[in-house]
């Protein structure tokens, strides 16, 4: 008869110890992609808190007369703030190229 190998029970083979230590490092891999967007999410809320509290400040560091217009000149600044990155920094920061060292992103403009 063929050699047959015995195991101890709550043992593992090889091949399934490599196949949990793959499935953990995907594991691992998921974990760090969803702590990097909660990070970038928490990151973002905080600037745009940033930014009304900016709005508050300069809206009490003028006359009365002037409040709405400071905080509609801010108001125009995050819109269009927003709309600059999403039209040129997001594909500057992440487009994809065909060289992945490649410093800049590239593709994905409007």
Known sequence: PAAMTTIAPGMVTREEFEALRQQLALQKAN????????????????VFFMHSGFSLLEAGS???KNTQNIL????????LGFLCWYA?????????VDSPNEFIGGTGFF
């Open 31 to 46: 974990y760090n992609e969803s702590l990097d967007t909660i990070w970038m999410l928490l990151s973002t809320m905080l």
């Open 62 to 64: 003028v006359r009365f």
């Open 72 to 79: 509609a000149k801010n108001l125009v600044v995050v819109t």
């Open 88 to 96: 040129i920094g997001y594909p500057l920061a992440l487009g994809i």
